[in-house]
Antibody
Framework: QVQLQESGPGLVKPSETLSLTCTIS?????????WGWIRQPPGQGLEWIGN???????YYNPSLKSRVTISVDTPKNQFSLKLSSVTAADTAVYYC??????????WGQGTLVTVSS | QSALTQPASVSGSPGQSITISCTGT?????????VSWYQQHPGKAPKLMIF???VRPSGVSSRFSGSKSGNTASLTISGLRAEDEADYYC??????????FGGGTKLTVL
């Protein structure tokens, strides 16, 4: 069974960079598929952030593209998210997910990241 | 990119059927058969319920079905049960090789 687990700081200061890692078990990231990040501000809906193929090809949400970097670490079976110059509007639960085709079939449990000084 | 449009809330009684709509444009919902639906219970991660407009993943009840007409996709839940009460989100592939979600619909089982 594919499992994903997000990890990283739960509190980030404004203007700094948010960094999260997603560790995959039960599936080798190098086998294929896209791997994505989705976020959900408290009480709000889902927002697609971006995704990455195991080869390193990335696609980003145009509204976040200037601040987002997604990378993959194949030996560690992980992929990561960096979001720079964060503000309170970036406070959200961040999910990592496997993207099978054009849908997200396996999700991590999510991790709350709060932007505050 | 703009979020897909969903009704904020829908409700129904046990045993009834409800339909949740998801409206986009010809650049997303209308242009591709790549609409998916997710169920999210409070405090939980979303769960894939329908993909490619009308395909149910293994293990998802046949009470859930999807369809599409033009720029609007729909999720229908028949034989409504208390455990179906949750938030539902649609998602679509877009012409820009990005993916977009709907704003979400809260389903209340009366």
């Amino acid at each position: 069974q594919v499992q994903l687990q997000e990890s990283g700081p739960g509190l980030v200061k404004p203007s700094e960079t948010l960094s999260l890692t997603c560790t995959i078990s039960g599936y080798s990231i190098s086998t294929g598929y896209y791997w994505g990040w989705i976020r959900q501000p408290p009480g709000q809906g889902l927002e697609w952030i971006g995704n990455i193929f195991h080869s390193g090809i990335t696609y980003y949400n145009p509204s976040l593209k200037s601040r987002v970097t997604i990378s993959v670490d194949t030996p560690k079976n992980q992929f990561s998210l960096k979001l720079s110059s964060v503000t309170a509007a970036d406070t959200a639960v961040y999910y990592c997910a496997r993207q099978m085709g054009n849908n997200f079939d396996f999700w991590g449990q999510g991790t709350l990241v709060t932007v505050s000084s | 990119q703009s979020a897909l449009t969903q009704p904020a809330s829908v409700s129904g009684s046990p045993g009834q059927s409800i339909t949740i709509s998801c409206t986009g444009t010809s650049s997303d919902v209308g242009g591709y058969n790549y609409v998916s639906w997710y169920q999210q219970h409070p405090g939980k991660a979303p769960k894939l319920m329908i993909f490619d407009v009308s395909v149910r993943p293994s293990g998802v009840s046949s009470r859930f079905s999807g369809s599409k007409s033009g720029n609007t996709a729909s999720l229908t839940i028949s034989g409504l049960r208390a455990e179906d009460e949750a938030d539902y989100y649609c998602s679509s592939y877009t012409r820009s090789t990005t993916w977009v979600f709907g704003g979400g619909t809260k389903l209340t089982v009366l």
